[in-house]
């Protein structure tokens, strides 16, 4: 399965999971500093093109699943988001991902 292939598998299991029902996009960006952004307007995840392809995939849904609650809860880290963040996932990944990847760079 090429990663492509995986990022819309994952964002489609993660939608139900979440219950987000509208049409979700995803598009790869050279981005120099962030893994990931959102835009809320265009209901458009964008991943680092060059990061993801390092991460496993536990850690990609991680951050598609992040980006996805702020779809559902906005641009803030509010504790809803927190929390639910925290039922699908160990609270460590986030920290191993960011080492990981500062470690490669
Ligand atoms: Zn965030």
Do not use: W
């Amino acid at each position: 399965m090429s990663k492509y292939e995986k990022i819309n598998l994952t964002l489609c299991k993660l939608k139900e999971k979440l219950g987000i029902k509208e049409n979700v996009k995803v598009r790869l960006k050279p981005f120099k500093r962030k893994i990931a952004s959102v835009s809320l307007r265009k209901n458009t995840i964008y991943l680092n093109s060059e990061v993801i392809q390092r991460l496993t995939d536990k850690e990609l849904e991680y951050i598609i699943a992040h980006e996805l609650l702020h779809l559902k809860y906005g641009v803030f880290h509010t504790k809803e988001f927190e929390n639910e963040l925290k039922k699908l996932f160990d609270k460590n990944l986030e920290l191993r991902i960011l080492k990981r990847i500062l470690k490669k760079k």
